[in-house]
Nanobody, 131 residues
Framework: QVQLVESGGGLVQPGGSLRLSCAAS????????IGWFRQVPGKEREGVSC????????YYAGSVKGRFTISRDTAKNTVYLQMNSLNAEDTVVYYC????????????????????????WGQGTQVTVSS
């Protein structure tokens, strides 16, 4: 059974950093592209970052490029999202997600409804940026 569990969220001051983790079970992360999304209540879930299974290419939303870094630890079957220079607009729930086998959604991470290209989701972790 495919399962994704996010962790690492919490309260951080503006300008601070957090590292989110997405631990996978029931499958090997190496076989899938992995995406990070975030969602403001009442709005569509938006793509933040994605790491491509085929060649490790990473993709970022414009709003986080240069501040966030996605990475993967094969041995731990875990994907990370290192978030630096956080601001109030980053205060949302973050989710990790994977697509079905054979689907490569990463190039579309910045597209409208990018979430539709992913099939398995974690429960989310809240990030709050506040002084």
């Amino acid at each position: 059974q495919v399962q994704l569990v996010e962790s690492g969220g919490g309260l951080v001051q503006p300008g601070g950093s957090l590292r989110l983790s997405c631990a996978a079970s029931g499958f090997t992360l190496d076989d899938f592209s992995i995406g990070w999304f975030r969602q403001v209540p009442g709005k569509e879930r938006e793509g933040v970052s994605c790491i491509r299974v085929s060649d490790g290419t990473v993709y970022y939303a414009g709003s986080v490029k240069g501040r966030f870094t996605i990475s993967r630890d094969t041995a731990k079957n875990t994907v990370y999202l290192q978030m630096n220079s956080l601001n109030a607009e980053d205060t949302v729930v973050y989710y990790c997600a994977v697509p079905r086998t054979g689907v490569d959604p990463c190039p579309y991470i910045n597209y409208v409804r990018a979430m539709d290209r992913f099939d398995y989701w974690g429960q989310g972790t809240q990030v709050t940026v506040s002084s």
